[in-house]
């Protein structure tokens, strides 16, 4: 399993987790941030321009995509942001991830997380800000699992987040 930037090589797997995730009531669908998800070649162009920076949308911060692979699957898609700010601060961190449907309840959660914290250490970054709702218990107990600690709940009025700092 390894984590990988946005490419043509994986437009077969792409092509059903979009189908998936258009089909989940319970899915973030983090992949639309890059556009029109049936447009492999404008969301691996636009994955390169918001690293860079560029052509974000009002209040976002420049951010990585990656990809969770597993053979020639994709499993999970990661955004690693590169600065916080107040939005995240409170409630995303610098980590989202969201894993394909299909494939939750089978360990991925905790692989792109542990891979994740890897390509921030290999950023630059010395420590972490991840955030979950609060009733998502899968996901805090992964965030726990690597490192978490509590930076406390902030209620907003759509929901409870959990933070958790992560040291690298």
Not at 11 to 19: G, K, Q
Not at 104 to 116: A, F, Q, T, V
């Amino acid at each position: 399993m390894e984590l990988v930037s946005p490419t043509k090589e994986y437009e077969a797997s792409w092509r059903r987790i979009v189908e998936e995730f258009r089909h989940d009531d319970k899915t973030i669908k983090l992949w639309e941030v890059l556009g029109d998800p049936d447009d492999l070649d404008g969301c691996v162009l636009m994955a390169e321009k918001h690293a860079q920076g560029m052509e974000l949308p009002a209040d976002w911060v420049p951010y990585n995509i990656f990809w969770l692979v597993d053979g020639v699957e994709i499993v999970g898609i990661v955004s690693l942001r590169h600065k916080l700010n107040d939005f995240l601060a409170r409630e995303g961190g610098h980590i989202g991830y969201e894993i394909v449907p299909s494939q939750r309840g089978k360990g991925y959660g905790n692989k792109i997380l542990e891979l994740s914290l890897r390509k921030a250490k290999e950023m630059g970054f010395t420590r972490i800000l991840i955030a979950s709702d609060d009733d998502n218990v899968a996901s805090w107990k992964i965030m726990e699992k690597n490192g978490g600690k509590s930076a406390g709940k902030i209620e907003t009025e759509r929901r409870i987040t959990r933070r958790y700092w992560i040291d690298l």
